[in-house]
């Protein structure tokens, strides 16, 4: 059985049961919290570990990805930055969105997942798990190699209080379809780095957090692997929710299906990245609706939360 309370929104689920209440025996436990840091970033704590995945606040006037949409608004003062410039990520941004920062959940090597990702690990001596491709950019910025942690997908590490099982995935279909990128970081990079050189995709992951009773799924974009997704039953799932879902076959009802009709989904990627953050992002969150639907027609069970910038989601467990 799993249930959740979600205290920011005050929104209760509860599945399978007629009535939610805690019972009188129960310890309290310390609440996990979820905060949305744009593009497919996540902040995920209890207050004892701050877990991130995907962490990308620089907000740069970059290009968008091959095959990709978005610009940036008119009259956006901020220096444009093209494939062969200096990838450099903002520190100042970085000091104000970042607090601690344990542990680093890279998806892939794309430069909106992990251009801050070097900072952040040398400033908060984070640990940074990721595909080869991502370490060797964390190589290159002299992160110490005691803080990477190389993975494949299929580990599953117990780290105490939380654990971690990384998911064999697969990137967004961008690029009507065509996108595939073989590309992986070499071992031989040095800083300064061009975003072009930072952004080879290196292999896709997803993860598994378990923390606090808690089973978080987070994807770092718009597609799946159906086959290793069978049993995970997470109580929360954070989705990839962008246009380019709606070129992967019957895409979120086959997710759903699958991860047993989760009781809370957020949807992730969904917004404008090239914008900075205090921009409109009105057009985004229309679009996002229709994904909401998707969910709520196939799994009418399920909550679904479209999150805030640095918003907290508060979450508590009711239920084994």
Not at 94 to 107: N, S
Not at 132 to 142: D, L, Q
Request: with cysteine.
């Amino acid at each position: 059985m799993r249930s959740a309370l979600i205290l920011s929104g005050l929104v209760m689920i509860c599945a399978g049961v007629l009535a939610c209440q805690e019972h009188p025996a129960a310890k309290p436990q310390i609440p996990v919290t979820l905060r949305y840091l744009g593009t497919a970033g996540w902040e995920i704590s209890d207050g004892a570990v701050t877990i991130l995945i995907d962490p990308y606040v620089s907000r740069i006037n970059g290009p968008p990805p091959p095959g990709g949409s978005g610009s940036a608004p008119p009259g956006d003062k901020r220096p444009k930055v093209g494939w062969d410039d200096i990838a450099t990520s903002d520190p100042g941004a970085v000091d104000a969105r970042i607090g601690r920062a344990d542990y680093v959940l890279v998806t892939h090597t794309h430069y909106d997942h992990v251009l801050d990702v070097p900072q952040i690990a040398l400033k908060k001596h984070a640990t940074v798990i990721g595909t080869e491709s991502t370490e060797n950019v964390m190589r290159a910025f002299a992160v110490p190699e005691a803080q990477l942690m190389t993975v494949r997908g299929g580990e599953d590490y117990d780290f105490g209080s939380f654990s971690v099982r990384v998911i064999p995935s697969l990137h967004s279909p961008l690029d009507h379809k065509h996108y595939f990128s073989s590309e992986t970081a070499p071992s031989n990079l040095k800083a300064p780095l061009t975003l072009r050189q930072i952004h080879p995709e290196g292999g896709t992951l997803a993860y598994l957090v378990r923390i606090d009773g808690h089973r978080i799924l987070v994807f770092g974009g718009m597609n799946y692997l159906e086959r290793e997704l069978v049993g995970l039953q997470p109580d929360v799932a954070v989705v990839g929710a962008a246009a380019s879902r709606k070129e992967i076959y019957d895409y979120t009802a086959r997710l759903m299906r699958v991860l047993g009709n989760p009781p809370l989904v957020i949807p992730t990627h969904w917004d404008n990245f090239l914008l900075p953050y205090d921009a409109s992002q009105e057009t985004a969150i229309a679009a996002v609706q229709q994904f909401v639907h998707e969910v709520q027609s196939t799994s009418p069970n399920t909550n679904v939360i479209v999150p805030k910038y640095f918003e907290a989601i508060t979450l508590k467990s009711l239920a084994d």
